[in-house]
T-cell receptor, first 115, second 115 residues
Framework: AQKVTQAQTEISVVEKEDVTLDCVYE???????LFWYKQPPSGELVFLIR??????QNEISGRYSWNFQKSTSSFNFTITASQVVDSAVYFC????????????FGTGTRLKVLA | EAGVAQSPRYKIIEKRQSVAFWCNPI?????LYWYQQILGQGPKLLIQ????????DSQLPKDRFSAERLKGVDSTLKIQPAKLEDSAVYLC?????????????FGPGTRLLVL
């Protein structure tokens, strides 16, 4: 069965610190997709990244980077030099290609960046 | 490009009343999703439409929840009668339905409080 675990409920860092948000997933499919979304206080889920299971290349986008490791079923998200505007709840999600592309979300990690 | 639109943004009702939410997806997106997000949890899929047909409604409480997507564009989600535990944010998302290109884009959500 599909499952996404975000063990970190809440993280607090001081501005300019680096922070890593963990995501561990479970799936029986060989083809699947992983996502990260940001949910600011306004409530809208903002898409950050999609990663296909057959592409283990890590990705960097500005201050954001993602580390995908199939061997440990993890898809971790790192923010470098955090800023107050990064404060939000971050969700990891999994979608299996064999189904209807339904997303299974983790419970989210609340990140607080203190000035 | 306009994003996913939802209305109303906030709704307060008493238990046993009925309520309806509206969603307009991104133009050209064939797939539409309704999620329920209870405070402190990740979004949970209620129903998924492909054009105007239902793909997945396995987690929709059908005794009180109903949804329709007439003409394959706009969608409404209705709760009748509402219970206290229905207090949540109701998120609408849409996607193109392009296989590996599948990414869901979310609207701002409707915050429902049932008293």
């Amino acid at each position: 069965a599909q499952k996404v675990t975000q063990a970190q409920t809440e993280i607090s860092v001081v501005e300019k610190e680096d922070v890593t948000l963990d995501c561990v997933y479970e799936t029986r499919d060989t083809t699947y997709y992983l996502f990260w979304y940001k949910q600011p206080p306004s409530g809208e889920l903002v898409f950050l990244i999609r990663r296909n299971s057959f592409d283990e290349q890590n990705e960097i986008s500005g201050r954001y980077s993602w580390n995908f490791q199939k061997s440990t079923s993890s898809f971790n998200f790192t923010i470098t030099a955090s800023q107050v505007v990064d404060s939000a709840v971050y969700f990891c999600a999994l979608s299996e290609a064999s189904g209807t592309y339904k997303y299974i979300f983790g419970t989210g990690t609340r990140l607080k960046v203190l000035a | 490009e306009a994003g996913v639109a939802q209305s109303p943004r906030y709704k307060i009702i008493e238990k046993r009343q009925s309520v309806a939410f509206w969603c307009n997806p991104i133009s050209g997106h064939a797939t539409l999703y309704w999620y329920q997000q209870i405070l402190g949890q990740g979004p949970k899929l209620l129903i998924q439409f492909q054009n105007n047909g239902v793909v997945d409604d396995s987690q929709l409480p059908k005794d009180r929840f109903s949804a329709e997507r007439l003409k394959g564009v706009d969608s409404t989600l209705k709760i009748q009668p509402a219970k206290l535990e229905d207090s949540a944010v109701y998120l609408c998302a849409s996607s193109f339905w392009g296989g590996s290109q599948e990414t869901q884009y979310f609207g701002p959500g409707t915050r429902l409080l049932v008293l």
